[in-house]
């Protein structure tokens, strides 16, 4: 089978992403920063299922890591079908209290490296002529509306959103069909490690969503084609409400879940 890369694989939706796939008999080369988790879940999915499974130790947030990346599978000669930019991460607070270093790294991992691997692996993908293409890109619900006190991380969810759109519409032509999901509240470790205060925690383990969940959806969605997926009826109807009211509203509703 030709490869799936899967970056942040080493737990919450990367990891179920790797499963899912993993099911359907592909073979998989995983990154995220964590080699020791990395080496569980390979291990933990070779148990499992006939595939092979590759791994290697990447942090995003760094300059030329989608060229590191890159390099580990023209190298390696992996054959490339599914690129999937699953790794990312939230900061909340005020935005001026973040240090320069944070923000930048942020964007960096939730925006820049998903936009170069993007651009690196797309003529990889097209030399795998005998192959279904496939990227799949995660943003987030936050992507659809502005997030006083999660500033950034959801500007960079809604890069991604409108991001992948342009992309899909621009490889379609070419054979690339380009997928881009938006999970709501998801129970994995990315509430704690961006610092979402209780109140906002509270609220979003009324709508959690386990990885697993998601994961299937974010699959399916992928292998139907599909531009844009909303995953839960709650999400969704919360994006819809987003749309409907006015955007000071849901504004205001996000200061009074974010601000400590
Ligand atoms: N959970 C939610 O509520 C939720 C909702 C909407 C969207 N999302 C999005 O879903 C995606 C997956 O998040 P998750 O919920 O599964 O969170 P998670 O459990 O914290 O997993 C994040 C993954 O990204 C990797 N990662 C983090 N920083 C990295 C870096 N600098 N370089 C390389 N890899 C890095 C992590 O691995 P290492 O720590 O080993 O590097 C891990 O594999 C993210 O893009 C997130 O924004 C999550």
Known sequence: ?????ITGASKGIGRAIALELAKRNYDLLLTARSLDLLNEVAEEI?????????????DLSENNAPQKLFEWCIEKNYAVS??????GAGMSGLFQDSSLEKNTKLIYLNVVAPTQ?????????????????????IASTAAYQAIPYLAVYASSKAYIQKFSRSL????????????????????????KTASVPAKALKMAAKLNMQ???V??????????????VVPGFLNKLGVFMTWLLPKKISERVAVSLYKE
């Open 211 to 213: 990885s697993s969940e």
């Open 1 to 5: 089978m030709p490869y799936a890369l």
């Open 168 to 191: 899909s519409l621009e490889l379609s032509e070419k054979g690339i069909s380009v997928t881009c999901i938006s999970p709501g509240p998801t129970d994995t470790d990315w509430a």
């Open 117 to 137: 691997l993007c651009q690196l692996f797309i003529p990889l993908l097209l030399l795998q002529q005998h192959s279904q293409l496939y990227i799949l890109n």
């Open 82 to 87: 599914i690129l999937i930019n699953n790794a």
């Open 46 to 58: 070779q148990k499992l299922y006939p595939v092979n499974v590759h791994f290697i130790a990447v």
């Open 215 to 228: 994961a299937k959806n974010a699959v399916e969605s992928m292998f139907s084609k599909k531009t844009e």
